[in-house]
């Protein structure tokens, strides 16, 4: 195969984790999650749960237009972003990857024989994976999926201008619960496949 590098962004709850870690298997490449903060956290010198707070903050607008020119807490955000950026950027240029989350879609938007993925579910579904995979409650999954969703749309809106949804700088959507975890991976590996096979 040549060499290439899919992005997967995703809704919380809409097992996009799991499914890297299937298509990871099905393609014979790595995949990179909470190994980008990890990786981070050395660099840094700072705690894996910094890095991970920092990237969870979500803003209102109102508190942007209070501090206008912004403050610590932006600095360091930013700080964390541009390391991850680079993190990101070496791992692609080194090896065909799967890379989930932290704006990768739109860092790699522009490298050859990219994919970028969006993995979403219905609501109702999303809560039953937490409930199910994730061992929460109805009213824990129900408030993880608020915060997390809002923080993630967040992040992503700061630092590439568009929210990970957006159909425009996506090529594949995809309703995680028509196939679930095992179909949706085999399905993604089909398409790179038939776009990156020789």
Known sequence: MKKFTI???REFGSMGGPIARELSKELGVKFYD????????????????TISEEE???????????FPLGTDE????????????DII?????????????????????????NINIFIYAPYQK????????LGMTISEAKKMIQS?????NTYHKKY?????????HTNLMIDSSLLGVTGTAKLIAGVVQQLYGE
């Open 89 to 113: 950027l070496d791992l692609a240029k080194k090896e065909s990857c799967i890379l989930v989350g932290r704006c990768s879609n739109h860092i790699l938007e522009k490298e050859k024989n």
């Open 7 to 9: 992005t997967i962004a």
């Open 160 to 168: 590439a201008g568009y929210l990970p949804n957006n159909p425009e």
């Open 148 to 152: 997390v969703d809002k923080a993630r």
């Open 126 to 133: 999303r809560i039953q994976n937490c409930v199910n995979s």
């Open 56 to 66: 969870e903050k979500s803003k209102h607008l109102l508190f942007s237009h209070m």
């Open 34 to 49: 909470r190994d980008i903060v990890e990786e981070v956290s050395k660099k840094l010198n700072l705690p894996i749960s």
């Open 74 to 85: 932006d600095y360091m955000q930013d700080i964390i972003f541009d390391v991850q950026k």
